[in-house]
């Protein structure tokens, strides 16, 4: 009966959009083709598995909570992840990062790894039926420890570095190459000072000779190059060495792919409105999709107007030239849980943009017709959107509305808890 009123609400939503000239059915499709890049690091406090007890330090970014349970081997983590995406509709791919290898207890440093050490991961990827991303860490390391990595003063940090950089492509586009599916590699370094420089030349000249050596390694088509930008974090709040100007222009003239972290610019600057000036000038854009919170660049993702804002933006632009990866991490709750509330809330927003008429909005715009234009946008949030997206988390076949938070309440019950 929950199945009958489910498609009877749908058929009425799908009127009421077709009067404002939207196809729901075609909304469905369009997004139940969207991949996210679900972040492993939620789910273990951006800790990994180097040693049994390492921990996120440094960096300039912070895990504030201490919800017990959380994945404490790949396997752990790979059984929470397991239930989150079965909460989650459609397929989505999983960003790893290096410090997530398997090392089997021996001692591997970040200048040795290897795609040994991710096959673990890979042979599950395969068995989902999931793409693999990727991500060299430069943080939580003896050599990161005075903030400077890449960048730094010191050629033979930054030589350890590179080689890590080198090593982490090359495990990237392995990953690439066994799955059938370009991986993007995502470089995001720490490096910036938490008091003014006398010298912010020749940190980022550094930098770039280090980003020269690491690029100019080719690794075949099976590897996509992403930088991320950021404006200050914890303890580099004065001078960050990877400004957005900085890898803007090493991106764009490099052909690399710019990766945006919503929680990494001034609060309030849009990075919904920074997509369509890059896209004018590359091919594709990453996106971290995150939530600021005064000082955090990391909560989690709840339908928020920046959010809407941004999937506009790429629905506008094309889904097809924005990578969309998640970027948060929130040690105060069950981290399943996140995981599931910040993906919906992601898909959601897509699911809202698809359902704009824009060529509709646009008529308006063209022809100055700017009350219309206003009043458009405002009668669209009085739209049954949530019936569309009842009824798409029902052909998914995931739990619709509320009850996916119960199986993964009983989850963490059962699994979570018992870990101690
Ligand atoms: C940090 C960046 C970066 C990290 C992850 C763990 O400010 O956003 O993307 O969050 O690499
Ligand atoms: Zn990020």
Redesign the pocket.
């Known amino acids: 009966m929950i199945t009958k009123r489910l498609e009877n609400s749908y058929l009425t939503a799908k009127e009421r959009y077709a009067e404002i000239g939207i196809d729901t059915d075609r909304a469905i499709e369009q997004l139940s083709r969207v991949a996210l890049s679900l972040h492993c690091?939620q789910g273990d406090d951006?800790g990994g598995f180097e040693t049994p007890d390492s921990e996120l330090s440094g960096g300039?970014?912070q895990v504030t909570g201490n919800y017990p349970g959380k994945a404490r081997s790949a396997d752990e983590l790979r059984a929470d992840l397991d239930m989150a995406y079965a909460m989650i509709p459609g397929k989505h791919r999983l960003n790893l990062?290096a410090i997530y290898g398997e090392f089997g207890g021996k001692k591997v440093d970040r200048n040795e790894i290897a795609p040994e050490h991710y096959q673990g991961w890979i042979d599950w990827a395969r068995t989902q039926g999931i793409a693999l991303d990727f991500?060299a860490t430069l943080f939580s390391h003896q050599l990161a420890n005075d903030g400077f990595t890449l960048s730094s003063a010191d050629g033979s940090v930054r030589e350890f570095w590179i080689e890590h950089c080198k090593r982490a492509r090359a495990v990237g586009a392995y990953m690439g190459k066994e799955l059938g599916q370009t991986c993007i590699h995502?470089l995001?370094i720490p490096d910036g000072s938490k008091d003014f420089p006398a010298d912010r030349y020749a940190p980022r000249e550094r930098l770039r000779a280090s980003l020269d050596a690491i690029y100019s390694e080719k690794v075949g088509d099976t590897l996509a190059d992403a930088v991320?930008c950021?404006l200050f974090?914890i303890g580099s709040e004065s001078f960050v060495v990877g400004s957005h100007e900085f890898y803007m222009g090493y991106a764009l003239k490099n052909d690399l792919m710019v990766c945006l972290?919503m929680?990494?610019f001034h609060p309030t600057e849009s990075v919904a409105d920074k997509i369509s000036s890059i896209l004018l000038f590359a091919e594709e854009v990453l996106l971290?999709v995150?939530r600021g919170v005064r000082w955090d660049?990391?909560h989690v993702v709840i339908g928020s107007d920046e959010l809407y804002s941004l999937a506009r933006e790429v629905v506008r632009a094309g889904l097809d030239r924005v990578h969309i990866a998640l970027?948060y991490f929130d040690a105060t709750l069950n981290r399943v849980g996140a995981w599931v509330t910040g993906s919906r809330a992601a898909q959601r927003a897509i699911l809202l943009a698809l359902l704009e008429p824009t060529d509709t909005l646009r008529g308006y715009e063209d022809s100055g017709r700017l009350f219309e234009r206003l009043a458009m946008f405002e009668e669209l949030k009085s739209m049954p959107s949530g019936d569309v997206w009842n009824y798409f988390l029902y052909k998914a076949g995931v739990p619709v509305g509320t009850d996916w938070m119960k199986v993964v309440s009983d989850y963490g019950e059962k699994v979570i808890a018992a870990r101690s």
Do not use: L, P, Y
Request: glycine content about 16%; hydrophobic content about 20%; overall charge negative.
């Open positions: 690091w951006v300039g970014i990062h991500n995502n995001w991320e950021k974090g972290d929680g990494h971290h995150s660049s990391d970027d």
